[in-house]
C-alpha cells in the first residue's frame, strides 16, 4: 500500500468533512491499524465530529486490510510546522502568524518533507 493511496481516498472521503476549527490532519498505520490525528484549535461540535468520522469510514472501506480506528483529536496551538505529521500529512491550514523570515524558513521546511514524501512513497509496516 501506497502513501498516495491513502492520500487519494482521504481527498474523496474527506470533501466537505474539514471545518475551520482544523488545523491540520496527519495519519499513521499499521498492518491493521488506522490511526488518525486531527490537531484543532477549538473543540469540535459533535456534527463536526461525526464528519470526521464518517471520512474516516470511508477511508477504511478502501483497504481491507484495516480492521481498526483510532481517532484523536488534539486541541493544540502550537506553530503548526511544529506537529507531528507521523507517516502523513493530509491536511494543513494556512497560518499567517509569522513573520517573512520565519514564512521563509517555514516554506524551506514544508518543501523538504514533501520532497521527501515523493521520493519515498512507500509506506513500510514493519
Keep these: 500500500m501506497k502513501k498516495q493511496e491513502i492520500i487519494l481516498s482521504m ?8 471545518c475551520n476549527k482544523v488545523r491540520l490532519i496527519a495519519f499513521d498505520m499499521t498492518e491493521e491499524l488506522f490511526t488518525l490525528y486531527v490537531y484543532i484549535d477549538s473543540p469540535l461540535t459533535d456534527d463536526e465530529y461525526e464528519a470526521i468520522d464518517s471520512a474516516v469510514t470511508d477511508v477504511l472501506a478502501d483497504f481491507s486490510n484495516f480492521l481498526y480506528e483510532k481517532i484523536y483529536i488534539i486541541e493544540n496551538n502550537d506553530d503548526i510546522l511544529s ?4 507517516k502523513g500529512c493530509f491536511f494543513m491550514r494556512f497560518e499567517n502568524q509569522m513573520s517573512d523570515k520565519q514564512k521563509n524558513e517555514n516554506a524551506l521546511h514544508l ?6 514524501s515523493i521520493e519515498n512513497p512507500s509506506i513500510d509496516n514493519d
Excluded: C, K
Excluded at 11 to 18: D, E, S
Design 11 to 18: 481527498q474523496m472521503a474527506f470533501l466537505g468533512a474539514i
Design 83 to 86: 506537529l507531528n505529521i507521523y
Design 111 to 116: 518543501n523538504t518533507l514533501l520532497l521527501s
